[in-house]
């Protein structure tokens, strides 16, 4: 019988243990590396003032009035100046390759409702599924388009399509466009080609010569480490 009591109050007071560990524990206690009980990072969702505050310098935002590299001035044109928004023109410069690009964006972002032969019956609108008929970019009404005005098709959309202006940046835009023209131009469009005729520059031969520089300066480098080498082993003899 007192075995049993004794077998009932080790339960009890294993339960008693275990249930109060199982609770959560919000006070840390005492700290003694506080570098790793609070975090001293700068966290990235506050807002610049409370990172200033804080002693840290927010730097976020670009110069004012300047462009990241590789993009191009945007195109201001007010709002319902149509005019001008036909009027635009690609300001890149465009080779084979980028019909190639352009190509490959063509498939993946409007192959599947304007279709591979840019019929407009791609293969979205050929299931029945799809409300409105895709521009026959080849037919009659579009063949001779400005590309301004396709161009702003593909960056705000129109009626049933879609916007595309966060899926391809401006470059993309017109590497698109190119290849629509090109197609266009094959099945007898009248205007003109967005490509520019020839080859691409090609870059120049200086980071190849660079890298052999660097080369060079390694072995300099080892050299002047083993002669560091033996003035060390010198100073301890
Ligand atoms: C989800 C289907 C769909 C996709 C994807 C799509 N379009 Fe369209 N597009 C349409 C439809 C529908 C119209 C006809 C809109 C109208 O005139 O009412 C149209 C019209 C157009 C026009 C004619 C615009 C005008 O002013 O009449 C152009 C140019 C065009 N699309 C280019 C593109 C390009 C380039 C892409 C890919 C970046 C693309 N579309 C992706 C459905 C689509």
Redesign the pocket.
């Known amino acids: 019988m007192k075995k049993l009591s004794y077998i009932l109050l080790l339960t009890l007071c294993s339960t008693l243990i275990f249930s109060c560990e199982s609770e959560y524990k919000r006070d840390p206690g005492k700290i003694y590396a506080p570098d790793m009980t609070y975090s001293r990072a700068y966290d990235y969702y506050n807002t610049p003032d409370s990172i200033n505050a804080a002693g840290g310098t927010f730097n976020k935002l670009p110069v004012k009035n300047t462009i990241a590299r590789e993009q191009s001035i945007p195109t201001h044109i007010s709002e319902f100046d149509t005019t001008a928004a036909k009027a635009l023109k690609n300001p890149y410069d465009l080779y084979a390759k980028d019909l190639k690009e352009g190509n490959r964006l ?1 498939m993946i ?2 192959g ?3 279709g591979a032969k840019l019929d407009g019956n791609g293969p ?1 609108y050929a299931s029945g599924k ?1 409300v ?4 026959n ?1 080849k037919g009659p009404a ?1 063949i001779n ?1 400005p590309e301004g ?2 161009y702003h ?2 960056m705000y959309g ?5 916007a ?1 202006s966060s899926q ?1 940046d401006a470059k993309q835009r017109w590497q ?1 466009l190119a290849y ?1 023209r090109s197609q266009q131009i094959e099945g007898g469009s009248t205007s003109s080609s967005l490509i520019t005729p020839g080859e691409a520059p090609k870059m120049e031969e200086a980071p190849a010569k660079e890298s052999h520089d660097e080369a060079d300066h390694g072995d300099d480098a080892n050299h002047a480490h083993e002669g560091d080498d033996d003035h060390k082993a010198e100073a301890h003899n």
């Not at 409105?132 to 521009?135: I, R």
């Not at 129109?158 to 879609?162: F, I, L, S």
């Open positions: 063509y972002h409007c599947i409702c304007h979205l799809y409105a008929m895709p521009a970019l579009y388009m005005k396709m098709a593909i129109k009626n049933a399509m879609g595309y391809l698109v629509i």
